[in-house]
């Protein structure tokens, strides 16, 4: 019985063990000695757990809040690790680097202060009395309330697609590449942009209704 229960929560968290995989992005980056081809080329095997995950979790069923949220952190972690790597190896210029680390943790504000209404208003009722009870208000109300915004997975995409390029052309050194993985980081940024103000508007939309939500 222990085992199949053991079994039955590793299936039910077999999406957020996938999401997880990309937390380990800085790690190999800047803890490890391998040459900055190898540390690319792991970087860009993670960005299909991406689509991976979201895919995981729909066969299974497993759609909650706390899943979006490890999903959406980890792809903060990659990109965000993988462009400061960039930047530091002095293989992007600053002037695009620079607004692309700033977007990534702009467009995490409105969720995290979501969150941390939400724990504060919980806690002010008085009606939060365990983690486990934080966990389960978290998940509800971001699962409602906060859904994957389409525009932040562009911005992966356009990012994914900079990246490989600008891997490629380690080993190529090709002008016409460089122009071409450097519009692209500077369109993701573009669609960082369109992705915060959705996500602006969810938590206008939510903060305005949010007593209606905690009765």
């Not at 997975?153 to 490629?168: C, E, F, H, Q, R």
Request: hydrophobic share 50%; charged share 20%; net charge positive.
């Amino acid at each position: 019985w222990n085992k199949h229960l053991k079994r039955r929560s590793m299936k039910k968290n077999l999406a957020n063990l996938i999401s997880s995989l990309r937390f380990t992005a800085p790690i190999i980056l800047f803890a490890t000695d391998w040459s900055i081809q190898a540390k690319l080329i792991y970087c860009i095997a993670l960005i299909p757990t991406d689509i991976l995950d979201g895919l995981v979790a729909r066969v299974i069923g497993n759609k909650n809040g706390i899943g979006k949220l490890i999903d959406s952190t980890a792809d903060r972690i990659l990109y965000g690790s993988g462009l400061i790597f960039l930047f530091s190896e002095k293989l992007m210029k600053y002037w695009i680097v620079l607004p692309l680390i700033l977007g990534e943790i702009i467009l995490a504000v409105p969720v995290g202060y979501g969150i941390f209404l939400i724990i504060k208003k919980e806690i002010k009722k008085n009606k939060i009395r365990s983690v486990i009870q934080i966990y389960q208000k978290i998940n509800e109300q971001v699962s409602e309330n906060f859904v994957v915004n389409v525009f932040g997975k562009i911005k992966g995409v356009v990012y994914s697609i900079g990246i490989t390029l600008l891997a490629i052309n380690i080993f190529k050194q090709l002008k016409s590449l460089e122009v071409i993985y450097s519009a692209m980081f500077i369109s993701g940024f573009f669609f960082c942009g369109i992705a915060f103000i959705d996500y602006y508007k969810k938590f206008q939309k939510w903060n305005d209704t949010q007593e209606k939500f905690f009765k």
